[in-house]
């Protein structure tokens, strides 16, 4: 049969410290958030590299304003 109960001349064995425990939790969650991020990707550097672009486009017309009054006007008849 198991064993449920240590010997008693025998300590627990030594469980890790908290803070070591944190650090090995956290560097895994943020393993785990490369992999979901790079899921199905196979070049995942050029698919950074495009959305960095993307970002500065999008900040440039969010920064630029509104066009101005005379560009191209959509006529109807």
């Given at each position: 049969m198991g064993?449920?109960?240590p010997c008693p001349?025998?300590?627990?064995p030594p469980t890790?410290?908290?803070e070591e425990?944190?650090?090995k939790l956290a560097e895994a969650a943020e393993r785990r958030q490369?992999?979901?991020a790079s899921r199905g990707i196979?070049?995942?550097q050029s698919v950074q590299e495009k959305r960095k672009k993307k970002e500065k486009i999008?900040?440039?017309?969010a920064t630029s304003g509104p066009?101005?009054?005379g560009g191209l006007r959509w006529t109807v008849s």
């Open positions: 064993l449920c109960f001349g025998e300590s627990a890790p410290d908290l425990k944190r650090a490369k992999e979901a196979l070049d995942v999008e900040k440039q017309i066009p101005p009054e």
